[in-house]
């Protein structure tokens, strides 16, 4: 331990920044530098690169706690990084997931072309998300942040006809987002007079305050995927490869995005308990669960569900942190180590079944339970963590983010068991349609050519799968560990018998719903078909469906409209100086050329006149 310490320290800290930093990216560009024909080089690099952050996640999780400072610009825009109890913290829950990740990814794209491209793009993510972790300056933080969206942009123009509309417009979502942590960035450097990231706590978010909160909290956002920086998502975990999907978006943006925001809320700004921010936060929140859960209750496509599911989870995170109470914040911490493993699971699944069948299409797929009974049962467990049944550590955690909801507002607490209800809704379907029920499959496929998953992708599907269950076993150990490494004050449970009775009133409300639904129509698919065609939320359905309430559609349209209005001005511009200034002049030349007669009388006049008018002008002025 003493000879790690040593080794990270040395060079004025420069050992840190090359193991957790520069190694993964230099491993990534090695994996791009290798022959399409070479993919155990490739995979074995890759793999590599997983287990070797692993183990140095697991030398700083107990290990000693280190500042480094690397001078570089002046200003206090340094290299400035530390390791301590939240960070230590987020660095092994990424590192693991990462590793599980890297295990599956293996064995997935195996099959795929451009495999060094995809291993690159992923540890390259990482590198980016180690600094982000370890970061001690806002400027530093900013690189890092950065580097994460560009790595996400460029990462889904992976096909050989790629869709580039998806990148674009991740890239646009992701850069307001990020526009606005940057202004945050200011405004929390001027308040606090500093760029060093461990002086700044307890700001007030009032007045200029208020733009510095609102901007880093926006940032945050924009990484988790919520509302209104969500849409991207859907659209690329249908169309990039699954391991992007899963070790990007789902596994080291969102972790990301939750160190920042409970960084934001309980940290750098003192957010009041009921304040209009804290509120505010809140109410994104819900709409983010609401808004995932209800979508993902219409896909017809696997892994566009999964995403919808992954939307709303993350409109969890917020209600926790947003909350800015301790039950709160420790609620989004748990959630997000029971919620992050549960969502790579199903789509660890969903590659399974895509992969063995050809397809994601829900209309093309059933019964495939009978089939591949492991991936079966994978899925079903991280659905049931998901949705946060219990003894799941999911509804441990969502019982402390509902009782600080509910103390906060009634009327978000009564949105936030809607979008369970919802969520819960969602993954019943899909999990009723795709892996029970008599086998369907695509046209020309048979039940021999449907082969459960190698155990290289099993595995990893399984661990994530259990851990959730193990972690509500354990909640008690867990939690406490947990509050251990952060440093949290926080004791013991403050359960409500009440609030728990309701949140699973409304799990159960979600099983009768699917029940009465399947007996109606006489499909899984189909058992939402009462929710998805009642007469006032049809139209809001079909809106989404069309995409009208997309916030990137909406913003396009006002960047159309903006055009249009610069266009009419140009125009408008162009006449008067090409048409109207050229008319005019053309008369008046032509009236002072009809006045030149050449009669002297006549100028003798002009010129006594304009002499009368200066004369009572000047009388006039005076």
Same mark, same amino acid.
């Given at each position: 331990?003493?000879?790690?310490?040593?080794?990270?320290?040395?060079?004025?800290?420069?050992?840190?920044?090359?193991?957790?930093?520069?190694?993964?990216?230099?491993?990534?560009? @090695?994996?791009?530098?290798?022959?399409?024909r070479?993919?155990?080089?490739?995979?074995?690099l890759?793999?590599?690169?997983?287990?070797?952050?692993?183990?140095?996640?697991?030398?700083?999780?107990?290990?000693?706690?280190?500042?480094?400072?690397?001078?570089?610009?002046?200003?206090?825009?340094?290299?400035?990084?530390?390791?301590?109890?939240?960070?230590?913290?987020?660095?092994?829950?990424?590192?693991v997931?990462?590793?599980?990740?890297?295990?599956?990814?293996?064995?997935?794209?195996r099959?795929?072309?451009?495999?060094?491209?995809?291993?690159?793009?992923?540890?390259?993510?990482?590198?980016?998300t180690?600094? /982000?972790?370890?970061?001690?300056?806002?400027?530093?933080?900013?690189?890092?942040?950065?580097?994460?969206?560009?790595?996400?942009? @460029?990462?889904?123009?992976?096909?050989?006809?790629?869709?580039?509309?998806?990148?674009?417009?991740?890239?646009?979502?992701? $850069?307001?987002?990020?526009?606005?942590?940057?202004?945050?960035?200011?405004?929390?450097?001027?308040?606090?007079?500093?760029?060093?990231?461990?002086?700044?706590?307890?700001?007030?978010?009032?007045?200029?305050? @208020?733009?510095?909160? #609102?901007?880093?909290a926006?940032?945050?956002?924009?990484?988790?995927?919520?509302v209104?920086?969500?849409?991207?998502?859907?659209?690329?975990?249908?169309?990039?490869?699954?391991?992007?999907?899963?070790?990007?978006?789902?596994?080291?943006?969102?972790?990301?995005?939750?160190?920042?925001?409970?960084?934001?809320?309980?940290?750098?700004?003192?957010?009041?308990?009921?304040?209009?921010?804290? #509120?505010?936060?809140?109410?994104?929140?819900?709409?983010?669960?609401?808004?995932?859960?209800? =979508?993902?209750?219409?896909q017809?496509?696997?892994?566009?569900?999964?995403a919808f599911?992954?939307?709303?989870?993350?409109?969890?995170?917020?209600?926790?942190?947003?909350?800015?109470?301790?039950?709160?914040?420790?609620? %989004?911490?748990?959630?997000?180590?029971?919620? /992050?493993? %549960?969502?790579?699971?199903?789509?660890?699944?969903?590659?399974? /079944?895509?992969?063995?069948?050809?397809?994601?299409?829900l209309?093309?797929?059933?019964?495939?339970?009978?089939?591949?009974?492991?991936?079966?049962? %994978?899925f079903?467990?991280?659905?049931?963590?998901? $949705?946060?049944?219990?003894?799941?550590?999911?509804?441990?955690?969502?019982?402390l983010?509902?009782?600080?909801?509910?103390?906060?507002?009634?009327?978000?607490?009564?949105?936030?068991?809607?979008?369970?209800?919802?969520?819960?809704?969602?993954?019943?379907?899909?999990?009723?349609?795709?892996?029970?029920?008599?086998?369907?499959?695509?046209?020309?496929?048979?039940?021999?050519?449907?082969?459960?998953?190698?155990?290289?992708? $099993?595995l990893?599907?399984?661990?994530?799968? /259990?851990?959730?269950?193990? =972690?509500? +076993?354990?909640?008690?150990?867990?939690?406490?560990?947990?509050?251990?490494?952060?440093?949290?004050?926080?004791?013991?449970?403050s359960?409500?018998?009440?609030?728990?009775?309701i949140?699973? #009133?409304?799990?159960?409300?979600a +099983?009768?719903?699917?029940?009465?639904?399947?007996?109606?129509?006489?499909?899984?698919?189909?058992?939402?078909?009462?929710?998805?065609?009642?007469?006032?939320?049809?139209?809001?359905?079909?809106a989404?469906?069309?995409?009208?309430?997309?916030?990137?559609?909406i913003?396009?349209?006002?960047?159309?409209?903006?055009?249009?209005?610069?266009?009419?001005?140009?125009?408008?511009?162009?006449?008067?100086?090409?048409?109207?200034?050229?008319?005019?002049?053309?008369?008046?030349?032509?009236?002072?050329?009809?006045?030149?007669?050449?009669?002297?009388?006549?100028?003798?006049?002009?010129?006594?006149?304009?002499? %009368?008018?200066?004369?009572?002008?000047?009388?006039?002025?005076?």
């Amino acid at each position: 331990m003493n000879a790690f310490s040593s080794l990270i320290a040395s060079g004025g800290g420069l050992g840190l920044l090359l193991l957790m930093v520069a190694l993964p990216a230099l491993l990534g560009l @090695a994996c791009l530098a290798l022959s399409r024909r070479s993919y155990g080089g490739q995979a074995l690099l890759f793999f590599l690169g997983a287990t070797v952050n692993l183990i140095l996640a697991l030398f700083i999780l107990f290990g000693e706690e280190q500042t480094v400072l690397l001078p570089w610009a002046g200003f206090e825009i340094n290299l400035a990084l530390r390791i301590y109890g939240f960070s230590r913290l987020m660095l092994i829950l990424s590192a693991v997931l990462f590793f599980l990740s890297a295990l599956y990814s293996v064995a997935f794209m195996r099959r795929e072309n451009r495999s060094g491209q995809v291993f690159f793009y992923c540890l390259l993510a990482l590198a980016f998300t180690n600094g /982000v972790f370890l970061a001690n300056n806002f400027v530093t933080l900013l690189f890092f942040w950065e580097g994460i969206l560009a790595v996400c942009f @460029a990462a889904q123009l992976y096909n050989d006809r790629p869709k580039v509309r998806t990148a674009v417009k991740t890239l646009v979502l992701g $850069a307001a987002g990020d526009i606005m942590f940057i202004v945050g960035v200011a405004v929390t450097a001027v308040q606090s007079g500093t760029l060093m990231m461990d002086v700044v706590s307890g700001l007030a978010a009032e007045g200029p305050g @208020a733009l510095g909160f #609102i901007g880093l909290a926006l940032g945050a956002l924009a990484r988790a995927c919520a509302v209104p920086f969500q849409s991207w998502l859907p659209d690329a975990a249908a169309e990039a490869p699954l391991p992007f999907v899963v070790t990007l978006p789902v596994c080291l943006e969102r972790v990301a995005g939750a160190y920042l925001l409970l960084r934001v809320t309980g940290g750098f700004y003192a957010l009041a308990p009921g304040s209009a921010l804290s #509120i505010a936060l809140m109410i994104v929140g819900v709409l983010t669960f609401l808004a995932g859960g209800m =979508m993902a209750l219409i896909q017809r496509n696997l892994k566009r569900v999964l995403a919808f599911v992954a939307i709303g989870q993350a409109g969890l995170l917020l209600l926790g942190a947003g909350s800015a109470v301790p039950a709160g914040s420790d609620g %989004a911490l748990l959630s997000l180590f029971a919620q /992050v493993p %549960a969502l790579m699971c199903m789509f660890f699944a969903a590659g399974q /079944v895509e992969q063995s069948t050809g397809s994601a299409d829900l209309r093309r797929l059933g019964g495939l339970g009978h089939l591949m009974p492991f991936t079966g049962v %994978a899925f079903v467990l991280g659905a049931a963590c998901a $949705a946060g049944l219990p003894p799941f550590g999911s509804f441990f955690a969502d019982q402390l983010i509902f009782s600080a909801v509910n103390d906060a507002d009634i009327l978000l607490y009564i949105g936030s068991l809607l979008g369970l209800f919802f969520t819960a809704a969602a993954l019943m379907r899909v999990g009723a349609t795709c892996f029970f029920g008599p086998v369907r499959l695509p046209e020309g496929m048979e039940r021999e050519q449907v082969k459960e998953a190698p155990g290289a992708m $099993a595995l990893p599907t399984v661990l994530l799968a /259990v851990a959730g269950l193990g =972690m509500g +076993v354990l909640i008690g150990p867990f939690s406490s560990a947990v509050r251990n490494v952060t440093g949290s004050t926080v004791e013991g449970w403050s359960f409500s018998l009440v609030l728990c009775l309701i949140y699973v #009133i409304a799990l159960l409300l979600a +099983v009768l719903n699917h029940i009465t639904g399947h007996r109606a129509t006489g499909e899984a698919l189909r058992a939402a078909d009462h929710i998805h065609y009642l007469p006032g939320l049809y139209r809001v359905y079909d809106a989404a469906e069309r995409h009208y309430l997309d916030p990137y559609n909406i913003l396009m349209g006002v960047v159309r409209v903006y055009s249009w209005l610069c266009r009419m001005i140009d125009r408008c511009l162009s006449w008067i100086y090409e048409n109207l200034l050229e008319r005019l002049v053309d008369r008046g030349s032509g009236a002072l050329h009809d006045l030149n007669t050449g009669v002297v009388n006549q100028y003798l006049l002009w010129t006594l006149g304009g002499l %009368a008018f200066l004369v009572l002008l000047f009388l006039v002025l005076v």
